[in-house]
């Protein structure tokens, strides 16, 4: 690292500290430290959620998933797009849940089923969240190990220890004061100023490295593979396993299964001015998309190029020499790629990709701390206490336990032993408590049959299926199933199990209406006028993806926009499947395709979206201070559940 890199590194983090400190005198109750007073328009949502996308652990699974698969998963996954995305615009459960008003997801488990079952899904979910999220501070600090070329090891005292350990627990202790400091308000306006800095200089990144590799060098590394296992050519990738077309389908099953089941960033479910706001917020996520994946697909071909192309032989020779030294074999290709970016990235540019992804493991272990600290105090602790905490005693506890969850992701990364890829441990460990969470949250939400009794039934059942995949695996490294099929078997088991307990044990419909503050419970403030209701009635195929009277002109155009852009690519898909059936594309036309379609047209679009979503923020943030200003205070919206009250 050059001096120029420790400063860009350093400006970024001292900004951090001092919003940090700056907006703690907003916090003035618990909906505040919870859901930021629930003031946040679409854009502080999309991109202050957008920045968990950003750290060193995520882009990790990304490289390993793309050094794997290369473009052939791209191109089986533009069936993903279209459905997500009516998902999105439809609001589908998102939009239900901020109806409700509940500050967490265990909450509206109260509402709707009742407070044992709240208590259990608060247990459940912490323990399957902590377990996720144990890794993750050190595979970010594995990263940082490797790309600043530090040393393995560290003597202190006359005792040896690896270097990353002092690194997680540095990056833990900003982590946490982030966090502690003024709770989600903090948070969204540290992540908001971390996610716009960071697609500026992501761009930066992109347009360097590709003016250090030429296609042709990327093309010829990348058509360089054996019969079967073509990280191009998605009809010659029978060879590759792990990430394939079975891999997508059962992504999508289990995507939409479980929106919003997931709780490592719940208070964004509830930190929306009004609930269309929080569609919106979910929306422009899929545009700002386009920034973290032109970035990741730029990163990974370079650095696979800089190791395979023979015009970088002495380089790679170097990066090599570091890898054979790694005893493990699944740390030693999930730094492959990092290591490789460390060596070829120029001053200056080095320190921009560090400042990335140390905001952006800032921006996704904040929101960790906050969602799984939150949930042990809001739907473990306070169920169970007969007397209401007063406010400041209630953010006390919320402190407490957010410090306890970066204590124990300190101890399991320093201890736990990874046998497997990233992305299939957050498969497996998700799947325990989405597992049977989601039909409990879909049927819940929709379904005014669905019963108490079925929803234990779920929750346990996907637990123990998830939890012994889990420990076979451990036992049996051979074991036929890989965490996403393991999760997928979960997922479909509860379901029918929630479904035909609920029609057993139904004695009287729920009222939905009560719960969701519809019809004569409806409250003002939720409401957003009918902006354009002739519209409703001329656009037939807009009210069949989701897009009703509460999308003004320009929500329609954001909506269709994205839309339309991921049915042109599943058309694009279609043709060319049936196309390379009858006549395959050779390497040089695949490689023409994914230049422009894996590449340039995204670049192009994540330019466009980075300067729209400046202005959006900025304009965000304004209203979002001033309403914390003006904010009235109600000391009783602490996440209880009033039984004998009709809100």
């Known amino acids: 690292m050059a001096l120029i890199d420790w400063i860009v590194l350093g400006l970024p983090l001292i900004l951090l500290i001092a919003i940090a400190a700056y907006t703690s005198r907003y916090l003035k109750s618990v909906a505040d430290y919870m859901a930021g007073g629930r003031c946040a328009g679409r854009y502080m949502l999309c991109v202050a959620r957008g920045e968990m996308g950003l750290g060193a652990a995520v882009f990790v699974t990304q490289f390993e998933i793309f050094n794997k698969s290369g473009f052939t998963l791209t191109w089986w996954n533009w069936i993903t797009m279209p459905v997500l995305l009516i998902i999105a615009i439809s609001g589908f459960v998102v ?16 509402m709707r089923y009742s407070r044992a079952l709240r208590i259990f899904s608060g247990l459940l979910g912490f323990f399957a969240g902590i377990m996720n999220f144990g890794i993750i501070p050190a595979v970010g600090a594995r990263f940082f190990v490797y790309f600043l070329g530090l040393p393995q090891n560290l003597t202190l005292l006359g005792v040896t220890f690896p270097t990353f350990i002092l690194l997680m627990g540095m990056f833990l202790m900003v982590t946490t004061y982030l966090t502690l400091a003024g709770g989600q308000i903090t948070i969204m306006i540290t992540d908001c100023t971390s996610g716009l800095m960071g697609q500026w200089m992501l761009l930066a990144i992109i347009a360097t490295l590709m003016g250090m ?15 079967g296992q073509s990280l191009m050519n998605p009809f010659d990738s029978k060879g590759l396993t792990d990430f394939n077309m079975c891999y997508i389908l059962m992504s999508i099953f289990v995507g939409v299964y479980s929106t919003m089941a997931w709780q490592n960033s719940s208070a964004y479910n509830s930190a929306a001015r009004t609930p269309h706001e929080s569609r919106m917020g979910n929306i422009l996520g899929r545009w700002k998309e386009f920034v973290n994946l032109t970035a990741v697909t730029m990163l990974a071909l370079a650095a696979i190029t800089f190791l395979n192309h023979p015009n970088f032989s002495a380089g790679a020779s170097t990066v090599n020499g570091i890898l054979d030294g790694i005893s493990n074999p699944q740390i030693r290709e999930q730094v492959r790629i990092p290591t490789a970016l460390s060596t070829l990235l120029p001053a200056g540019i080095k320190g921009l990709l560090c400042a990335v992804l140390l905001m952006g493991v800032f921006g996704g272990d904040t929101i960790h701390l906050h969602s799984w600290g939150s949930m042990f105090v809001q739907d473990i602790i306070l169920p169970l ?4 905490l007063s406010p400041a005693l209630h953010i006390r506890y919320l402190r407490l336990a957010m410090l306890g969850v970066a204590v124990f992701a300190f101890l399991f990364g320093a201890f736990f032993t990874q046998t497997e890829y990233v992305i299939m441990w957050f498969r497996v460990t998700m799947s ?19 019963t108490t009794a079925g929803a234990w039934a779920a929750l346990l059942t996907g637990a123990v299926l998830s939890v012994g995949g889990i420990i076979v695996r451990q036992i049996y490294p051979g074991f036929p199933l890989n965490g996403m099929e393991i999760s997928f078997w979960a997922t479909l088991t509860a379901i029918i199990v929630y479904v035909g307990v609920s029609v057993l044990t139904v004695k009287e419909n729920f009222n939905l209406d009560r719960m969701l503050h519809r019809g ?12 354009n209701p002739v519209v409703k009635q001329k656009f037939k195929i807009s009210k069949l993806i989701g897009i009703d009277e509460k999308f003004s002109r320009s929500d329609r155009r954001v909506s269709g ?14 043709i060319g499947t049936i196309w390379n059936l009858i006549a395959p594309w050779s390497n040089y036309v695949w490689a023409v395709f994914w230049r422009w379609t894996g590449l340039l047209l995204p670049l192009t679009i994540a330019v466009c979206t980075t300067i729209w979503f400046t202005f959006g923020v900025l304009k965000d943030m304004g209203r979002f201070f001033t309403a914390l200003r003006n904010e009235r205070v109600d000391v009783h919206d602490d996440g209880t559940v009033k039984h004998d009250s009709a809100d």
């Open 432 to 450: 325990i408590y989405i597992g049977g969470a989601g039909s409990v949250i879909i049927g819940g939400l929709y379904w005014k049959k669905g």
């Open 95 to 110: 939009y239900r849940f901020r109806e409700t008003r509940a500050l967490t997801l265990a909450q509206f488990l109260e």
């Open 520 to 531: 004569v419970y409806a409250m003002k403030d939720d409401e957003v006028a009918d902006v």
């Open 385 to 388: 206490r007969k007397k209401p």
């Open 213 to 227: 590799f030429t296609w042709s060098q990327i093309s010829s590394v990348m058509l360089t593979r054996p019969p």
């Open 561 to 574: 926009g994205i839309f339309w852009w991921s049915m042109l690519l599943l058309f694009v898909l279609i």
